[in-house]
């Protein structure tokens, strides 16, 4: 039998040059060193020339904000600069969309002119850093979990993720809409919400017309009518109607007491409840719901950076008590550098692979004594049993030293061997997490925050059976390697 003929397998195409011409300096300050090796090799790949210092030949500067160009480039060769000096967000945007993007709305704009004077009197960094500078950077940078030598924790400033927020007049009515969505039980449309708020309070800029965000990521034809509108007359005639119909109002409102669902939400609108206090009588809550509802105003509100670091803190300690070596770590938008959070993900292991067996029952008991944590939501430990993967969970409501304001918290407790898998899932974001299923489905798999399970194949258009055992990784990034997916550091993963 003749042999079957091979596919000629064509050439892999040429990336588009689309940076010809530009000669451009990249500021490093303030860019983790992986993140500005991409943007090296794609600027150059792509057309572009790197310079290690700012020459003469230089017609481009990028950096991530004023202060970090300022460190490194002086006020008076920056005033005789002829050049552009641009956000970084250009280069994401303009690779993300596959063309040069207008430079206009990403020009980076001291504050006064007064900057340039103070700035010629500061001293300025050499523009190429030393290997010890890149050593340092890489320890304090480390992706590994592993642990210092003790929880002691430091409440120095940590580098906190600040969006601009100059399009909060878009954001707040959609973060409306994904609340809304959520309620109605329609978490399709609510994480296209979610998506277009990641994107858009990232931006450097603020929107003036729609056409400026018509080639980003996650703004569809849908969403750009909806900021054309919001840009145009200040609101969303979705969002009013949504809040002039009773049902949908009262529906939403249900659905943001910690505990009650979309379906709980409309049997209660069903009964004909319409208030929060209406539902002060309703017999058939849950204790958890109960306690939702009596703390509904204190669990809205979000918690500074500065709380959570000491409550953190104060964690790591109360941990070490019972047991040392034991690592905790603050995980959600915290670990993502975020300026503020919701609530507080704690998520715990013991690098023995044992010792954690029985930890959060006594964790759980010492925060009570010490008035941290306060009500229970949910209490379930499988560590000793060995079912549901070993993992022990309690949800809860503390408050902060000293104040009676209620914060909800998470206390996750995995073993060691899938403590990365729970990691990546409560750092999040839920867009990252999403995607990272998405690819493991895609080769086979079933991701989740307790393993990575070879998966059967399933008949039709359903999934298959995931197996009983996890693949193994030690670390985040093992996992992000094996999937395929570039590695994030957490502060990047506000997508």
Same mark, same amino acid.
């Given at each position: 039998?003749?042999?079957?003929?091979?596919?000629?397998?064509?050439?892999?195409?040429?990336?588009?040059?689309?940076?010809?011409?530009?000669?451009?300096?990249?500021?490093?300050?303030?860019?983790?060193?992986?993140?500005?090796?991409?943007?090296?090799?794609?600027?150059?790949?792509?057309?572009?020339?790197?310079?290690?210092?700012?020459?003469?030949?230089?017609?481009?500067?990028?950096?991530?904000?004023?202060?970090?160009?300022?460190?490194?480039?002086?006020?008076?060769?920056?005033?005789?600069?002829?050049?552009?000096?641009?956000?970084?967000?250009?280069?994401?945007?303009?690779?993300?969309?596959?063309?040069?993007?207008?430079?206009?709305?990403?020009?980076?704009?001291?504050?006064?002119?007064?900057?340039?004077?103070?700035?010629?009197?500061?001293?300025?960094?050499?523009?190429?850093?030393?290997?010890?500078?890149?050593?340092?950077?890489?320890?304090?940078?480390?992706?590994?979990?592993?642990?210092?030598?003790?929880?002691?924790?430091?409440?120095?400033?940590?580098?906190?993720?600040?969006?601009?927020?100059?399009?909060?007049?878009?954001?707040?009515?959609?973060?409306?809409?994904?609340?809304?969505?959520?309620?109605?039980?329609?978490?399709?449309?609510?994480?296209?919400?979610?998506?277009?708020?990641?994107?858009?309070?990232?931006?450097?800029?603020?929107?003036?017309?729609?056409?400026?965000?018509?080639?980003?990521?996650?703004?569809?034809?849908?969403?750009?009518?909806?900021?054309?509108?919001?840009?145009?007359?200040?609101?969303?005639?979705?969002?009013?109607?949504?809040?002039?119909?009773?049902?949908?109002?009262?529906?939403?409102?249900?659905?943001?007491?910690?505990?009650?669902?979309?379906?709980?939400?409309?049997?209660?609108?069903?009964?004909?409840?319409?208030?929060?206090?209406?539902?002060?009588?309703?017999?058939?809550?849950?204790?958890?719901?109960?306690?939702?509802?009596?703390?509904?105003?204190?669990?809205?509100?979000?918690?500074?950076?500065?709380?959570?670091?000491?409550?953190?803190?104060?964690?790591?300690?109360?941990?070490?008590?019972?047991?040392?070596?034991?690592?905790?770590?603050?995980?959600?938008?915290?670990?993502?550098?975020?300026?503020?959070?919701?609530?507080?993900?704690?998520?715990?292991?013991?690098?023995?692979?044992?010792? %954690?067996?029985?930890?959060?029952? +006594?964790?759980? *008991?010492?925060?009570?004594?010490? #008035? !941290?944590?306060? =009500?229970?939501? $949910? /209490?379930?430990?499988?560590?000793?049993?060995?079912?549901?993967?070993?993992?022990?969970?309690?949800?809860?409501?503390?408050?902060?030293?000293?104040?009676?304001?209620?914060?909800?918290?998470?206390?996750?407790?995995?073993?060691?061997?899938?403590?990365?898998?729970?990691?990546?899932?409560?750092?999040?974001?839920?867009?990252?997490?999403?995607?990272?299923?998405?690819?493991?489905?895609?080769?086979?798999?079933?991701?989740?925050?307790?393993?990575?399970?070879?998966?059967? %194949?399933?008949?039709?258009?359903? +999934?298959?059976? *995931?197996?009983?055992?996890?693949? #193994? !990784?030690?670390? =985040?990034?093992? $996992? /992000?390697?094996?999937?395929?997916?570039?590695?994030?550091?957490?502060?990047?993963?506000?997508?």
């Amino acid at each position: 039998m003749a042999p079957k003929a091979t596919r000629k397998q064509s050439p892999p195409s040429k990336p588009p040059e689309i940076f010809t011409g530009m000669v451009v300096f990249l500021v490093p300050n303030g860019v983790q060193s992986r993140r500005l090796q991409i943007w090296k090799q794609k600027l150059a790949q792509m057309g572009a020339t790197i310079e290690e210092r700012l020459t003469k030949r230089v017609t481009h500067i990028f950096a991530m904000n004023p202060d970090a160009l300022l460190q490194q480039v002086d006020g008076e060769r920056l005033s005789r600069f002829k050049g552009r000096v641009l956000l970084y967000q250009w280069v994401e945007d303009s690779l993300s969309s596959g063309k040069k993007l207008s430079e206009d709305m990403y020009d980076l704009k001291m504050e006064s002119e007064e900057e340039y004077e103070a700035a010629k009197s500061k001293p300025v960094a050499e523009n190429v850093s030393s290997d010890d500078d890149q050593s340092n950077e890489k320890k304090m940078r480390s992706s590994t979990w592993s642990p210092p030598a003790s929880n002691e924790c430091s409440l120095l400033p940590k580098d906190s993720y600040s969006p601009p927020d100059l399009n909060k007049n878009i954001t707040e009515i959609f973060g409306k809409l994904v609340n809304i969505y959520r309620a109605l039980g329609d978490d399709r449309r609510s994480f296209s919400y979610h998506k277009a708020i990641q994107m858009i309070e990232k931006l450097p800029f603020k929107i003036q017309n729609v056409e400026q965000v018509k080639h980003l990521p996650s703004i569809g034809k849908s969403m750009q009518d909806h900021i054309q509108e919001i840009v145009t007359t200040g609101k969303l005639s979705k969002l009013e109607h949504f809040e002039t119909d009773e049902k949908v109002r009262t529906i939403s409102l249900f659905g943001e007491v910690w505990g009650i669902g979309p379906a709980t939400a409309l049997k209660l609108y069903d009964k004909g409840h319409r208030t929060l206090d209406d539902l002060k009588n309703e017999y058939s809550l849950t204790n958890a719901q109960k306690l939702g509802l009596k703390y509904f105003d204190d669990i809205k509100q979000r918690i500074t950076r500065k709380e959570v670091q000491e409550m953190e803190c104060l964690l790591k300690k109360a941990g070490e008590d019972i047991l040392p070596g034991v690592v905790i770590v603050c995980g959600g938008s915290y670990r993502r550098g975020k300026a503020s959070c919701g609530d507080l993900d704690i998520i715990i292991t013991q690098p023995d692979g044992n010792s %954690h067996k029985g930890f959060l029952p +006594k964790y759980v *008991k010492h925060l009570k004594d010490i #008035k !941290f944590l306060r =009500e229970d939501l $949910v /209490f379930s430990t499988h560590s000793e049993e060995g079912t549901d993967s070993g993992v022990d969970t309690y949800f809860g409501l503390c408050t902060y030293p000293g104040q009676e304001q209620r914060h909800r918290i998470d206390l996750k407790v995995y073993p060691r061997d899938i403590y990365a898998f729970g990691l990546i899932a409560w750092t999040g974001n839920d867009v990252l997490n999403r995607r990272l299923r998405l690819l493991a489905d895609s080769k086979g798999f079933r991701l989740d925050d307790t393993g990575l399970f070879p998966a059967t %194949h399933g008949s039709g258009s359903k +999934k298959g059976a *995931k197996a009983n055992t996890s693949l #193994k !990784f030690n670390e =985040e990034k093992e $996992v /992000f390697d094996f999937l395929g997916f570039p590695w994030l550091e957490p502060h990047e993963r506000n997508l």
